[in-house]
């Protein structure tokens, strides 16, 4: 049976180059396209060889067209600047895409939603396995210790990260929202100064931008008599590059629809 031709866009950042290492050894799915900024210095190097890894013939390159005709699946690990073009060229050649592309505004998922009526699209704020049962825990504890636990969640990642809460940490203040009928007027982000005593429908939103962690995530419980902590740290890139591929090999097949982790992991 032959390989799943998988295009990477945002193929020469940290997250590309994990990408690259997991795919040259996947035994479902190989790298089709490596795909950069039209301005980028590494325009024609291979791809292979700026991973770390033996030569392998997918030169960088920019043509998101030619990708497109080149693979089955695209993974999108680019910036925000690049997003609406990648996306729409995605929808404009039919191709399923993952979308990993963190600091997405409200209009950007309204685009999401839209184009994932013309092309299956798998959206995730976090592709790591690990992370997601992360996302599943907190929604079930939240669902059980309800109003009488104080809520409090902790960001931490490397000092170039630029938005801030993470789109992880965001998608659990998301879910606890949900989880426990409260909205946005319940948040508070961080602290500083003088403030009354905690509302008991508080959830503060915590973060810490330093060194070169990977990225930690840590929603705590707190009540008079105990705590509760839900933990992940990442310690390797390739947990979010192992489950970036498993969503692209989730898509094959499939019809127009939008897709979370969940979906792919089946949980």
């Not at 030619?66 to 073009?85: G, N, P, Q, R, V």
């Not at 929808?91 to 998922?109: E, F, N």
């Not at 938005?163 to 929202?177: F, M, R, V, Y």
């Amino acid at each position: 049976m032959s390989k799943i031709k998988i295009g990477l866009i945002g193929a020469n950042g940290r997250m590309g180059k994990a990408i690259i290492q997991v795919l040259a050894a996947s035994n479902r799915s190989t790298l089709s396209a490596s795909v950069v900024k039209k301005d980028s210095v590494f325009v024609g190097l291979d791809s292979g060889i700026h991973s770390g890894l033996k030569e392998n013939q997918i030169l960088f390159h920019s043509d998101l067209a030619k990708a497109c005709d080149a693979s089955d699946i695209l993974i999108d690990f680019s910036s925000h600047s690049a997003f609406t073009e990648n996306l729409q060229t995605a929808a404009q050649y039919k191709k399923p895409i993952v979308i990993g592309t963190t600091g997405l505004t409200d209009v950007d998922r309204n685009l999401i939603k839209d184009l994932s009526m013309q092309i299956p699209i798998v959206f995730s704020p976090n592709m790591s396995i690990g992370v997601n049962l992360l996302f599943k825990l907190t929604e079930i504890a939240a669902k059980v210790l309800d109003e009488g636990f104080d809520i409090e969640v902790l960001d931490i990642h490397h000092r170039h990260k630029k938005d801030a809460p993470s789109g992880t940490a965001q998608h659990l203040k998301e879910i606890l929202l949900k989880s426990l009928d409260r909205n946005e007027k319940n948040v508070i982000y961080g602290r500083h100064g003088m403030y009354p005593e905690r509302d008991s429908k508080e959830i503060a939103m915590h973060t810490m931008r330093a060194g070169e962690v990977i990225g930690d995530h840590t929603v705590y419980f707190l009540s008079a008599e105990e705590r509760i902590e839900i933990s992940h740290k990442a310690q390797d890139r390739k947990t979010f590059a192992v489950g970036a591929v498993k969503a692209a090999e989730f898509l094959k097949d499939k019809s127009k629809g939008l897709y979370n982790m969940f979906d792919v992991l089946g949980i």
